[in-house]
């Protein structure tokens, strides 16, 4: 497995600063490690917002263009999408994708807040984004400077986590090491995470209307512990593994691999299954 790396606390800092020199990190592996989980996520959300040629979309959080690109197929090439992510090395990675796929004249990519996303109000018809809220201080605020952007009658659409399958037990192993003011999308399940009706209520709360949930299921598979732990560190839980003592980094993996392995399903692989929580609304 990969070597333990010196001890950092992101919490520590800004929550912001945090998530974005996290996201840094991860941002060379991030949905690489040949586990199928971001993406199908992504493509549930721009399937849901049926996005339409000539649209403006914005994705906030774009990350490695899971959504993006996905907004870009829908909008053609009379449409627009702008994507923004606190993370610099996500952004350059992302727009060399952009650039590579020959996307340059109608998708821009850049640094940005999803707080305070930097648009004209008014001139975006959709705004996707996709498992980023939940990381945000404040993410009724952010829904709201969202809405003063969007158009009448403009759509948004993101993607949370519901629950996973009870056998799966493996995310136990980080309890311990989480502080209580880093947000992690795997524990921050209260609140307007907790159920569908709670996040239509804080989307409502941000002024939105018509808000409704779709829900689905994405799994993940793993061949072995190693597997595992190179997703878990290319994803937002590399957050966690970063706060955990280097003397204490072998028992968490004898830990984990024990989980793993009564996890273990009749083909050998292990793995969980992610409820997934769709919620839409406009303005």
């Not at 800004?14 to 996520?41: C, H, L, Q, S, W």
């Not at 649209?55 to 009379?78: P, S």
């Not at 952004?91 to 707080?115: K, P």
């Amino acid at each position: 497995m990969a070597d333990a790396e010196p001890t950092t606390d992101p919490a520590s800092e800004d929550p912001r600063a945090g998530v974005r020199v996290t996201f840094d990190k991860v941002a060379d592996t991030y949905d690489a490690v040949g586990v199928e989980f971001m993406g199908p996520i992504a493509a549930g959300l721009v399937a849901e917002l049926a996005v339409q040629p000539g649209e403006r979309v914005l994705d906030v959080g774009c990350g490695r263009g899971a959504a993006l690109l996905r907004l870009a197929a829908a909008t053609g090439d009379t449409g627009r999408v702008t994507g923004i992510d606190l993370s610099p090395r996500m952004i350059e990675l992302t727009a060399a994708d952009v650039l590579a796929a020959g996307l340059g004249g109608s998708v821009d990519v850049r640094v940005g807040d999803a707080e305070d996303p930097g648009v004209a109000g008014g001139s975006i018809d959709v705004i996707a984004s996709s498992l980023v809220l939940f990381f945000l201080p404040d993410p009724t605020a952010a829904l709201a400077s969202w809405r003063r952007a969007l158009v009448d009658g403009g759509r948004v659409g993101v993607s949370t986590f519901g629950p996973l399958n009870p056998e799966w037990d493996v995310d136990q192993i980080f309890r311990p090491y989480v502080p209580e003011n880093l947000p992690d999308p795997r524990y921050r399940v209260g609140g307007p995470f907790a159920s569908d009706s709670a996040m239509e209520e804080m989307v409502a709360g941000a002024g939105f209307v018509d808000a409704r949930t779709v829900t689905t299921t994405v799994s993940a598979r793993f061949a072995d512990a190693e597997h595992w732990e190179r997703w878990s560190r290319s994803a937002g839980q590399r957050r966690i593994w970063d706060t955990i003592p280097d003397d204490e980094v072998e028992a968490v993996r004898a830990d984990a691999a024990a989980r793993l392995d009564r996890c273990r399903r009749p083909d050998g692989q292990m793995g969980f299954d992610q409820g997934v929580r769709y919620t839409l609304a406009r303005r």
